[in-house]
């Protein structure tokens, strides 16, 4: 069994960066792949971006070139640089992870607000 527990999350001003966390115990994540999801109220969750256990990695659109993922598999923890914040990131951002093809595990996920 994995836990994962987000951190990183708040208000920030348009234009803005926070830095996401993921971190996880009860074994190692190495072998998975990792991804961050989000969800906006009243929005389906939604992929913003993902990473293989071998570190490739896959941006949603809307993201790209504005966020960055990266995985430290020594300290098994995730990370989501996001730079550029717009008032359409506003969500709730989730970690999970799980074997190729499937999200087993998730946090409880972290609240991200922009303000305009």
């Known amino acids: 069994q994995v836990q994962l527990v987000e951190s990183g999350g708040g208000l920030v001003q348009a234009g803005g960066s926070l830095r996401l966390s993921c971190a996880a115990s009860g074994r190692t994540i190495s072998t998975y792949h990792m991804a961050w999801f989000r969800q906006a109220p009243e929005k389906e969750r939604e992929l913003v971006a993902r990473?293989?256990?071998?570190?490739?990695?896959y941006y949603a659109d809307f993201v790209k070139r504005r966020f960055t993922i990266s995985r430290d598999n020594a300290k098994n923890t995730m990370s989501l640089q996001m730079n550029s914040l717009k008032p359409e990131d506003t969500a709730v951002y989730y970690c999970?992870?799980?074997?190729?093809?499937?999200?087993?595990?998730w946090g409880q996920g972290t609240q991200v607000t922009v303000s305009s």
């Open positions: 990473i293989t256990s071998g570190g490739s990695t």
């Open positions: 999970t992870a799980g074997p190729v093809g499937q999200w087993r595990y």
